[in-house]
């Protein structure tokens, strides 16, 4: 796998719209776990987003087809790339950006009938773009996990061949990345 990235697209709707107050800790806490998720082990890089600080963003910022415009023409989404599944699995739902999936009132969940992440693998001399990680997230959520794309649940290697996580390497990880990052404030 050494020859490869794992991508990763996330996708999430708010209940109300973005600048609503009830969203203020999502953007309070959001540069911190950007930080978080930056000095995690196994981190590579990430998408930035058009006028704001930051990494260049990876092309023009583009919803899935399951984007529910809700009068801001905004959602919370990301692309980043990953060592392995492992390292990305560590950050993603340990530490500070797991802390913030727990306050899962701010988004739409009791609707959704897509994916909120999609995997895929990438060539370590390709970035992927906000178009591609778009597809690939229909395609997740339209067909299911496939060696295109595929959830921690269901994991391919670059190969297409089923893969298992290594749960316990993964906890490791996590324990280690503890040490390289702050809570955030609104879930201390």
């Known amino acids: 796998m050494s020859d490869y990235w794992l991508a990763v697209y996330t996708f999430a709707q708010f209940r109300k719209r973005a600048d609503d107050p009830s969203n203020d800790d999502f953007f309070d806490n959001e540069p911190a776990i950007l930080a978080a998720m930056e000095r995690a082990e196994g981190f590579i890089a990430r998408s930035g987003y058009e006028d704001d600080p930051g990494p260049e963003t990876w092309g023009e910022q583009v919803f899935p087809k399951y984007w529910q ?3 801001d023409g905004w959602a919370p989404s990301t692309i980043s790339l990953w060592q392995d599944l492992e390292t990305a699995l560590a950050a993603i739902y340990r530490g500070p950006h797991a802390e913030m999936l727990r306050l899962g009132h701010l988004f739409v969940k009791d609707t959704v009938d897509y994916p909120p992440y999609v995997l895929w693998w990438v060539s370590k ?3 992927p773009d906000w178009v591609d990680a778009v597809d690939r997230h229909e395609l997740l959520g339209d067909n ?3 060696p295109e794309a595929f959830t921690f649940k269901a994991a391919f290697d670059p190969r ?3 893969l298992a996580i290594n749960t316990e390497r993964a906890r490791e990880i996590a324990q280690r990345n503890c040490l390289r990052t702050d809570t955030p404030k609104a879930v201390q």
């Open 69 to 71: 415009d809700n009068g």
């Open 125 to 127: 001399d390709q970035q």
């Open 144 to 146: 299911g996990p496939s």
């Open 160 to 162: 297409g061949m089923p």
